[in-house]
Each structure stands twice: as structure tokens, then as C-alpha cells.
């Protein structure tokens, strides 16, 4: 069955460029997040979107990071005038939102590398 | 400021050996969940803990959640290399929905 898929795999870019990286979540799947994590290290909280609901934006680290959910299913975070300490993977996750303790399936994640 | 704290940050052991990887917080969580997580993949759940004071185990991994659900462990028995990665552990921050808080992870090395 198909799992969370993330795209590019790996993505490099220059300094001050904009990107974008692209979730396609588990279908039927209504909650989904975005978290950052850098090497070796925990998950940091970016986005979270949940049906119809306002995004929880509150882990967004600055006004250049955006991201949107279509159709309440794919996803893409933007990401303007790239820093170098953007550098980082990129992590996708679903899940069901079903009430209660939620499994959240992960995407392979983005890596990103700004020179 | 971390919420969750996880000891150690960093592990090496031979293949055979016990290990227990800790998870600790000052605020109280509804549940805790452990993940494992291999290079240039995603974490994937290995067991969501509730009940305080509750006990799980996964073939040769232990799980506990603390009395007080403030802290969790996870205890390998005879670790072998298979059991190598990142183990995270994270918990539903109150009344904010799914969205989870992460541990800074605990990266176990396993040798044959």
C-alpha cells in the first residue's frame, strides 16, 4: 500500500533561492505536519493541518517558511530567500486524527542543503 | 527548553548487551510514544504508552510509562545490530491535537 511520499529526495539550492518540497499524504489521512530535523537530532514542529480546520502554524521559525494543503491532501512547504541554516531534512507525517493517542506515518523526508 | 529529555544522547554497545534508553519531562502527558528511526528513512511507531505505570513489551523491548506519565523507558534485551538507529520518544502536547513534541532522540549503535 502506498505510505507518505515526499519529493525531491534531495534537494540543493543557492543561497536567497526559494523552494518548494511536496507532501503527498496517506489517502484518507485528515491531519497532517511538517517537522524539521536536523542531523542526528529530534524533530522540531513546523505545520500542522487538521481537515478544514486554520493551520497551527506556532512552529514556523519565520515569515520566508509557508505551506498549504490542497484539496485536503497534498501539501507543499515553501520555504523563501533560503539561509543556510535551513539546511535540514524535512519530514512529512499523516495520520488519522481519529481521537485518542494518533500514529503518525512519516514520509522518507527532504534533504536539504543550501550553499 | 526541552520538554522531553532523552538520556543518552548517544549509545554504543556490543551485540548482546542490555541497554535502556530514558525519557523524562516535568509536565505530565496524556500518553507517550516511542519511535525508531533508520537513516535516510522516517521515524515509524514501535508503541504508544497511556496508563500510568503501564508495561509493554515488544519481543525483547520494554516499555514503561512512569506512574506520574512524566517519564518513559525503553529497555532492549540482548540489542543486536538490527536494533541500531535513532529512537525518539514524543507525546501529544495538551489540548493542541495531534501535534507532537520530540525527544532530541537517542542514537543507539549496535556491533556485531
Known amino acids: 500500500g502506498a505510505g507518505v511520499s515526499q519529493s525531491p529526495s534531495n534537494k540543493v539550492t543557492e543561497k536567497g533561492k526559494d523552494v518548494e518540497l511536496r507532501c503527498d499524504p496517506i489517502?484518507?489521512?485528515?491531519?497532517l505536519y511538517w517537522y524539521r530535523q536536523s542531523l542526528g537530532q529530534g524533530l522540531e514542529f513546523l505545520i500542522y493541518?487538521?481537515?478544514?480546520?486554520?493551520?497551527?502554524k506556532s512552529g514556523l521559525p519565520s515569515d520566508r517558511f509557508s505551506a498549504e494543503r490542497t484539496g485536503g491532501s497534498v501539501s507543499t512547504l515553501t520555504i523563501q530567500r533560503t539561509q543556510q541554516e535551513d539546511s535540514a531534512v524535512y519530514l512529512c507525517a499523516s495520520s488519522l486524527a481519529a481521537g485518542g493517542p494518533d500514529e503518525q506515518f512519516f514520509g522518507p523526508g527532504t534533504r536539504l542543503t543550501v550553499l | 527548553t526541552q520538554l522531553l529529555e532523552q538520556s543518552p544522547q548517544f549509545l554504543s554497545i556490543q551485540e548482546g548487551e542490555n541497554l535502556t534508553v530514558y525519557c523524562n519531562s516535568s509536565s505530565v502527558f496524556s500518553s507517550l510514544q516511542w519511535y525508531r528511526q533508520e537513516p535516510g528513512e522516517g521515524p515509524v511507531l514501535l508503541v504508544t504508552v497511556v496508563t500510568g505505570g503501564e508495561v509493554k513489551k515488544l519481543k525483547r523491548l520494554t516499555f514503561q510509562f512512569g506512574d506520574a506519565r512524566k517519564d518513559s523507558s525503553l529497555h532492549i534485551t540482548a540489542a543486536q545490530p538490527g536494533d541500531t538507529g535513532l529512537y525518539l520518544c514524543?507525546?501529544?502536547?495538551?489540548?493542541?491535537?495531534?501535534?507532537?513534541?520530540f525527544g532530541q532522540g537517542t542514537e543507539l549503535s549496535v556491533k556485531p
Open positions: 514524543a507525546g501529544p502536547l495538551y489540548n493542541q491535537g495531534g501535534k507532537l513534541i
Open positions: 493541518f487538521q481537515g478544514n480546520s486554520a493551520p497551527d
Open positions: 489517502s484518507g489521512h485528515t491531519a
